[in-house]
Nanobody, 122 residues
Framework: QVQLVETGGGLVQAGGSLRLSCAASGRTVSTYTMGWFRQAPGKEREFVAATSWYGGTYYADFVKGRFTISRDNPANTVYLQMNSLKPEDTAVYYC????????????????WGHGTQVTVSS
């Protein structure tokens, strides 16, 4: 079993930055694909970014150039650096882990954190 805990959410003004962290425990996640998803009120959960166990990084079009996903395998932690935040980025952000390779489909992820709220004011 893998437990995931997200931290780093909060309230920020438009144009600001936040860094989300996802600390994993229970197993090393160096061989897992790690993803970030988000869900805004009244909307479906959507893919934001992922980093595969073999080092690839993948982003949703709406965050390209603004968000960066990274991982620290010795620390068993994944990060999401979010810059140039917009009000439409407001959502609960979830960290997720899956075995094998990259996918943007939330259904394919085996483990989920409880989420951290990000609110961007205009």
């Amino acid at each position: 079993q893998v437990q995931l805990v997200e931290t780093g959410g909060g309230l920020v003004q438009a144009g600001g930055s936040l860094r989300l962290s996802c600390a994993a425990s229970g197993r090393t996640v160096s061989t897992y694909t790690m993803g970030w998803f988000r869900q805004a009120p009244g909307k479906e959960r959507e893919f934001v970014a992922a980093t595969s166990w073999y080092g690839g990084t993948y982003y949703a079009d709406f965050v390209k150039g603004r968000f960066t996903i990274s991982r620290d395998n010795p620390a068993n932690t994944v990060y999401l650096q979010m810059n140039s935040l917009k009000p439409e980025d407001t959502a609960v952000y979830y960290c997720a882990a899956k075995t094998a390779g990259y996918s943007s489909d939330a259904v394919s992820y085996n483990y989920w954190g409880h989420g951290t709220q990000v609110t961007v004011s205009s």
